[in-house]
């Protein structure tokens, strides 16, 4: 039996990161007598899942962000500040920040989450911007709407079709769900605000380098989404691997060796890798901890380091298994649920760590996957004790309508959303086509 952990009259316990993970872990503890500094290097909480609603002008910043300080605002034990850790010092038990200053700990979870990875090309991320931060989706959301705008000035037929041509890469839930609305929004939503060209006619294509869409559900529900996609008028192209990007288009190379192909278009978004935050590695290098080629960090059953168990890493940034008991150990999937189930058991592993106590290893529990490709269409995959429940269709749209609004974060959101989509759903409308200015950012 472990000796109560006692570093004085509070235990200090330092979240870096705010994100699923990092809020959950921080709420585990509000009736805890330990003393929580949630540090982040933004001011807000993101519900990610709906951030390409923002990028695609379907709904306003705040309906899906909340400040970090009004969440805490009734935790006392908990102080929010705004700063980036850049290093973790295991050995004096400090993390180090950006502008110079360092904040102690007793007990550290690490939650930094993880960035967009362009597979060795970085230089691509000017012309195909990924989707993590409202940063992000803003720019995004100005390249798309202005691509409308410049191909209604544009005389040359080809470069105007350059313009309107607009190019998702990577065939998982955020690039089905960026095709799917982009496709909407050329459909349904701009057509009869222009006068020389025609919205509809947009070219929206889905490249995906694997052999289908959504590869994480059972190959019923990834047929479904290429036909639901398909019927909004996305093109999808499949074992399609991306071998160059510039400014004026990419490079396609097919599966089989067939020859490479060209994709003129000025709006390309990113959404086919993730890698890990840089801290991972860093954290790996101070506590001799291993990490995967995205920059994870493997972590032992109870989501802690070997050799500190006073360090634990959760959410995106971990490698972590699921130890169920009588079962082999199964990897666990870089999805919200995990992350916020993570954030719980590390914050209930710091409470039995000062009692004493031994730790618990990490079980996940997987309650499916959804994906929505447009209006009333989507896929879900559920598990139940009876097994699975998979559908697809209108019902499931509304399923994974309900089950999103009912996540968010504030009531204030929830019904922000709520009037936002039922207005969309009636009008075809999205209100928030706001840009800030027209200038190509450097």
């Known amino acids: 039996m472990p000796e109560p952990v006692n570093p004085g009259p509070r235990a200090r316990v330092l979240i870096v990161g705010c994100g699923f993970g990092g809020l959950e872990a921080a709420r585990a503890l509000h009736a805890a007598p330990v003393d929580i500094t949630v540090v982040d290097r933004a001011n807000h909480h993101l519900f990610q899942p709906l951030l390409y609603q923002v990028a695609t002008a379907g709904l306003?910043?705040?309906?899906?962000?909340?400040?970090?300080?009004?969440?805490?605002?009734?935790?006392?034990?908990?102080?929010?500040?705004?700063?980036?850790?850049?290093?973790?010092?295991?050995?004096?038990?400090?993390?180090?920040?950006?502008d110079g200053g360092s904040l102690p700990y007793d007990h550290l979870i690490v939650a930094a989450g993880a960035t967009?990875?362009?597979?060795?090309?970085?230089?691509?991320?000017?012309?195909a911007p990924g989707l993590k931060t409202l940063d992000d989706a803003f720019e995004i959301r100005r390249r798309l709407l202005l691509a409308f705008e410049e191909a209604e000035k544009e005389t040359d037929a080809a470069r105007r079709d350059a313009w309107l041509t607009f190019?998702?890469?990577g065939g998982g839930p955020t690039g089905v769900e960026m095709a799917g609305t982009m496709a909407e929004i050329a459909r349904k939503t701009l057509p009869g605000e222009f006068r020389r060209i025609d919205p509809s006619r947009a070219r929206i294509v889905l490249v995906e380098g694997g052999p289908r869409v959504l590869q994480a559900m059972p190959e019923s529900l990834s047929a479904?989404?290429?036909?639901?996609?398909?019927?909004?008028?996305v093109e999808v192209q499949l074992d399609a691997r991306v071998v160059a990007i510039d400014?004026?288009?990419?490079?396609?190379?097919?599966?089989?060796?067939?020859?490479?192909?060209?994709?003129?278009?000025?709006?390309?978004?990113?959404?086919?890798?993730?890698?890990?935050?840089?801290?991972?590695?860093?954290?790996?290098?101070?506590?001799?901890?291993?990490?995967?080629?995205?920059?994870?960090?493997?972590?032992?059953?109870?989501?802690?380091?070997?050799?500190?168990?006073?360090?634990?890493?959760?959410?995106?940034?971990?490698?972590?298994?699921?130890?169920?008991?009588?079962?082999?150990?199964?990897?666990?999937?870089?999805?919200?649920?995990?992350?916020?189930?993570?954030?719980?058991?590390?914050?209930?592993?710091?409470?039995?760590?000062?009692?004493?106590?031994s730790t618990q290893a990490f079980r996940y529990r997987d309650y499916g996957n959804l994906a929505t490709i447009g209006r009333n269409s989507a896929v879900v995959d559920l598990t139940s004790p009876?097994?699975?429940?998979?559908?697809?269709?209108?019902?499931?749209?509304?399923?994974?309508?309900?089950?999103?609004?009912?996540?968010?974060?504030?009531?204030?959101?929830?019904?922000?959303?709520?009037f936002d989509w039922a207005s969309a759903y009636w009008s075809a409308q999205r209100y928030a086509r706001v840009v800030a200015d027209i200038e190509e950012r450097s």
């Not at 970090?68 to 605002?73: G, S």
């Not at 967009?116 to 012309?127: M, P, Q, R």
């Not at 036909?227 to 909004?232: A, H, M, N, S």
Request: charged share 15%; proline share 6%.
């Open 386 to 418: 009876v097994g699975p429940v998979r559908f697809s269709g209108l019902f499931a749209w509304l399923f994974w309508l309900f089950a999103h609004i009912y996540f968010l974060i504030g009531f204030r959101n929830r019904l922000v959303v709520l």
């Open 224 to 233: 479904s989404a290429r036909k639901q996609l398909e019927g909004l008028g």
């Open 60 to 98: 306003s910043a705040p309906a899906i962000a909340a400040p970090v300080r009004f969440l805490f605002r009734k935790q006392a034990n908990v102080t929010s500040l705004l700063g980036e850790v850049v290093a973790i010092d295991a050995a004096q038990r400090g993390a180090l920040l950006r």
């Open 167 to 169: 190019v998702v890469i």
């Open 116 to 127: 967009h990875s362009y597979f060795g090309h970085d230089e691509w991320a000017v012309h």
């Open 247 to 357: 400014a004026e288009g990419l490079e396609v190379q097919p599966a089989g060796g067939a020859a490479a192909y060209r994709i003129p278009a000025k709006c390309i978004v990113w959404a086919a890798g993730v890698a890990a935050s840089p801290l991972g590695r860093q954290l790996a290098e101070a506590t001799g901890a291993v990490v995967d080629r995205a920059g994870r960090v493997q972590v032992q059953a109870d989501l802690s380091l070997a050799g500190h168990p006073e360090i634990s890493v959760v959410g995106d940034l971990a490698t972590a298994q699921s130890h169920a008991p009588g079962r082999e150990p199964k990897p666990v999937p870089g999805v919200s649920p995990a992350a916020k189930q993570m954030g719980r058991l590390a914050a209930a592993n710091i409470l039995r760590r000062l009692r004493g106590e």
